[in-house]
């Protein structure tokens, strides 16, 4: 069979054309297979998910994931939890509790001197009598006071601003103040020597709003701000 345009001999027409050695797309019947797919199509990009490379198993991915709905992605933060009204209370019990203590403790430092002179001779006689040096035994506990007051008071502004274990040093403290009390009380009375209205007003009331200040901060509004905190 002759091809219209050939110029070779019959027997040699089977043969590769030299001056067109390979093929044209139009010599194989069928679609080309470097054809474009039409859009839409099975070659489309669009038409199917992308695929992503799986190493547990041979699946494709979605194209896209879920997202979180509005307002609770994880770019949300949360405001600081508020400080409740009971803490400022129990701040300011905190203070007026040891307040008495410290100006107590103050005076005793300033007027030691004027303290063993107040005594009268015989009572000041005896006290030297065993070597005890009244002035300087004063100024001690004056500054023991004061130190005692300022911890105190240091331990309850750290308690107020958020600090577990100093709210529990200040319940330790409290527990010894209320201890010191009840122990002076009861010494006082087994030696004959009752307190008067006086004493047991100074000794009282600051013991008085310690425990109401340690009341409102294990409180349970302090104690739900506290677990916020953690």
Do not use: C, K
């Not at 050695?21 to 998910?49: E, F, K, L, N, V």
């Not at 750290?158 to 600090?163: C, E, P, V, Y």
């Amino acid at each position: 069979m002759s091809i219209p345009g050939d110029g070779r001999a019959p027997d040699e027409r089977d043969l590769p054309d030299p001056a067109r050695p390979y093929p044209g797309p139009s010599q194989y019947p069928g679609p080309s297979p470097y054809s474009q797919a039409p859009a839409g199509g099975p070659a489309d990009p669009a038409a199917a998910p992308p695929y992503v490379y799986n190493p547990y198993g041979n699946f494709p991915y979605p194209a896209s994931y879920p997202s979180s709905p509005a307002g609770l992605g994880p770019e949300q933060v949360l405001p600081p939890p508020r400080r409740p009204g009971s803490l400022h209370l129990a701040l300011l019990l905190v203070v007026l509790s040891a307040l008495p203590y410290l100006l107590v403790g103050l005076l005793a430092v300033v007027g030691a001197g004027q303290a063993a002179a107040a005594l009268p001779p015989e009572d000041l006689a005896q006290i030297q009598e065993l070597g005890v040096d009244l002035e300087q035994l004063v100024r001690v506990t004056g500054f023991v006071l004061v130190a005692t007051a300022l911890v105190y008071l240091l331990l309850g502004v750290l308690a107020w601003t958020g600090r577990r274990w100093a709210r529990g040093l200040l319940a330790a403290v409290t527990a010894g103040f209320v201890f010191m009390v009840a122990t002076s009380a009861v010494a006082a009375g087994s030696q004959g020597l009752p307190m008067d209205g006086g004493s047991l007003l100074v000794l009282g009331v600051p013991l008085v709003l310690a425990l109401l200040a340690l009341a409102l901060m294990f409180g349970s509004a302090a104690r739900e701000w506290f677990a916020r905190r953690r």
